[in-house]
């Protein structure tokens, strides 16, 4: 693998930058610092952070800047979302962190290259914006929006491309989370290959 040359100066455009535990997913209950990017085209309808489709809305940060944010918390874990992150290349913002030893996860639509360096890679493809096909051997997890019905039949279609070692996550969207909670346990239920993601941090009201 070629050597990434360490940039501290390098900017990106953050919507916002905050310690908090990761609420959802395979990493769910674990402190973490979490680095948003601004910057997204995938559009889901539903999304819950909208303001970070712009990427010019949000202020330029230098990773420098980043990582001494990330190094004041005693937590060792960085997670970068979005927006939609990989709009950019990760390699330097990647090896900056893990320079001082922090684990790296993202959580992408997968419409992008993969760039970074990576010790968790959440796969969340969207209707909105066919992914590349890097992703299905690249993701450690895939997770599933379910909004409606028709997303357990998106959903299959997507497990059946990814790599035999990641792990099946399906998660109601906020809004539809009465609807959909008890359609996606009797599901699971039924295919107990999947799990159930759930936003804890909504649940608890912590950022």
């Not at 001082?100 to 290259?113: D, L, M, R, V, Y």
């Not at 993969?114 to 914006?129: E, H, N, R, T, V």
């Not at 279609?157 to 959909?180: G, S, T």
Request: aromatic residues 12%; charged residues 25%.
């Amino acid at each position: 693998m070629q050597e990434i040359k360490i940039d501290l100066s390098e900017k990106l455009p953050i919507m916002e930058a905050f310690y908090t535990l990761q609420g959802e997913g395979f990493h769910s209950g674990k402190a973490a610092y979490f680095i948003r990017l601004g910057g997204c085209d995938v559009g889901c309808v539903w999304c819950d952070v909208k303001d970070s489709w712009d990427a010019n809305a949000h202020p330029k940060v230098a990773v420098e800047e980043l990582l001494l944010n990330a190094k004041a918390n005693p937590g060792k874990l960085v997670v970068i979302t979005g927006g939609e992150p990989l709009m950019y290349n990760l390699d330097n913002l990647t090896a900056v962190l893990q320079s001082e030893n922090f684990k790296t996860n993202i959580e992408t639509s997968g419409a992008h290259p993969l760039s970074g360096s990576w010790d968790w890679i959440c796969f969340s493809p969207k209707k909105f914006k066919e992914p590349l096909p890097e992703f299905y051997e690249a993701a450690h997890e895939l997770k599933i929006i379910v909004f409606n019905k028709s997303d357990f039949e998106f959903a299959e279609k997507h497990a059946e491309k990814v790599n035999q070692n990641c792990i099946l996550f399906l998660q109601p969207e906020w809004d539809k989370r009465e609807q959909m909670m008890p359609l996606i346990v009797d599901y699971i239920k039924e295919n107990p290959k999947w799990r159930m993601s759930i936003q804890t941090h909504k649940y608890l009201d912590i950022p």
